[in-house]
Structure formats: structure tokens, C-alpha cells
């Protein structure tokens, strides 16, 4: 077990926890975009920044990406933190101006409008949470992250996204909600991946409900497969 302060009181952590994940655990609010338990750490929002001292020494940093180590001291509301997570948030907000949950937590944490050239394009803050999602809870590996510094951004690897299965993953964690998907007639669309995917439909309602490309893909993944006849209903006629 590893001992640590957050805002002056003592806590206990698991060793390869990380500082965000102790603070939530002990209802700690860290505001945060980038981080899911479900999924590893990546520090891109940079949005949950803490002030860490260690050996006398003090530094700004992510609390997602910082393990716990014995006998650090964490402060979470510190002016300097404060001030640096609003600076974070005026640039999240540039890039993504129309998305409501940014306007929403920018609100919150005071920063009402952005001294950056807001963004014009797709909303994307570049989290990454739809590329670990992909990669990490679907294992189908379909999207990336191109180019380098302000060129960054998530798209197929190659013209389209040949291995997405139309799951819908990345669309549920988005935060900005800037990945659309659209079932039309027996055929899903996600314009951002490039990808179009023919549906099955339920024998029962007729309502297309999966992806031929998932059922493929289920089958070959699961250890144990259902039997083809589980896909031949939606999960409310079954
Ligand atoms: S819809 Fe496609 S890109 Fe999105 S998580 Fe599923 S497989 Fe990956
Ligand atoms: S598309 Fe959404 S989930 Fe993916 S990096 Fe951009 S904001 Fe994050």
C-alpha cells in the first residue's frame, strides 16, 4: 500500500494507481476529458492538472498519467492550477466551440470565452478516447491518430476504415460528439471513418440492428460463439 496527501488529507492507493484515479475513487473532483477507468491513460486533454511535490520539489502535471508514489503531497485547487486548467480549457473550447459539454465545463471552471481563433472544423479535441476505445474495448484497431503538432488528427489508416464493424463505441465516448452515425434503410454510415456498413435486420421486427461486418467479427473473436441463430434477433425481440 502507498500513503499520499490530496488537499492535506492522508490517503491509502494501490501501487500503479495513478493520482486521478485515487482522487475519484475518494470522491475528489479532477476535471477531466481523456480519462475512462475502463481504458489507459494518455494525458491528452491535460485538463486534470494537479500541483505534485516530491522531495522538496514541486511540478505541474497530469494526474492521469502520475502514479502514486509513497509520501507525495497533491493539491488539486491551487491558484496555479486553477489558472492552468483554465488556459487548457480556453484552448479545448477553441477546437471545439459548438460541442456542449466543452461550453458546459468551461463554464464551470470560469472560462467564458477563448483567446485562441476558435476552430472551424470538426469539433475534435483529439482525446484519443475513440482511438483506445476502438483498440482497447472492441479490439478491432480501425482508427489513429495522423501527422504531427497542430496537423494531429484521429482518421482511418488507410482511405477508409476497413476494420470498423459499426459498433458505435467511439460514437457513445466522443465527448464533443463529433463522430455521426447514421442508420439509413439497411445501411450504416459514419462519415468521419469513411465507412459504410451493411445491417441485418431482426427476423422478427425487421428493424436492422447489427452490422454483418460485427457478426463476423463476434464470431471470430469469441472464445466460446453464440450460435448464428443469437443475430437473427435485436436485442429486444430475442
Ligand atoms: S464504430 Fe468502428 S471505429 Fe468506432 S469503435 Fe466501432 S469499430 Fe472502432
Ligand atoms: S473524435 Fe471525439 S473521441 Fe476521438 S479524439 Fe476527437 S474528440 Fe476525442
Keep these: 500500500m502507498i500513503t499520499l496527501w490530496i488537499d492535506n488529507k492522508q490517503y491509502k492507493a494501490a501501487e500503479g494507481q495513478s ?3 485515487v482522487a475519484l475513487d475518494n470522491g475528489i473532483d479532477i476535471p477531466h476529458l481523456c480519462y475512462h477507468e475502463k481504458l489507459s491513460s494518455y494525458g491528452g486533454c491535460r ?3 494537479v ?3 516530491k522531495d ?3 511540478i505541474l502535471t497530469t494526474s492521469c498519467t502520475y502514479p502514486v508514489i509513497d509520501g507525495i503531497i497533491v493539491q488539486t485547487e491551487t491558484p496555479r492550477v486553477i489558472k492552468a486548467r483554465r488556459f487548457i480549457m480556453e484552448l479545448l473550447l477553441s477546437l471545439a466551440p459548438q460541442a456542449p459539454k466543452i461550453k458546459a465545463l468551461a463554464k464551470e471552471m470560469g472560462a467564458i470565452g477563448t483567446r485562441f481563433t476558435p ?3 470538426d469539433n475534435c ?3 484519443g478516447l475513440c482511438v483506445r476505445a476502438c483498440e482497447e474495448l472492441v479490439g478491432a484497431h480501425a482508427i489513429t491518430f495522423t501527422h504531427r503538432g497542430a496537423q494531429r488528427i484521429v482518421e482511418p489508416p ?3 476504415a476497413k476494420n470498423c464493424i459499426g459498433c458505435g463505441t467511439c460514437v457513445q465516448i466522443c465527448p464533443t460528439g463529433c463522430i455521426n452515425i447514421e442508420d439509413r434503410g439497411m445501411e450504416r454510415k459514419i462519415d468521419k471513418w469513411k465507412k459504410t456498413l451493411k445491417m441485418k435486420a431482426c427476423k422478427r421486427c425487421g428493424r436492422p440492428f447489427i452490422s454483418f461486418a460485427e457478426i463476423t467479427f463476434i464470431m471470430n473473436k469469441a472464445k466460446n460463439p453464440p450460435s448464428e441463430n443469437w443475430f437473427e434477433y435485436c436485442s429486444d425481440c430475442r
Design 158 to 160: 488507410f482511405e477508409e
Design 19 to 21: 493520482i486521478l484515479q
Design 47 to 49: 485538463l486534470c492538472q
Design 119 to 121: 476552430n472551424t472544423g
Design 125 to 127: 479535441i483529439k482525446c
Design 56 to 58: 522538496n520539489r514541486t
Design 51 to 53: 500541483e505534485v511535490t
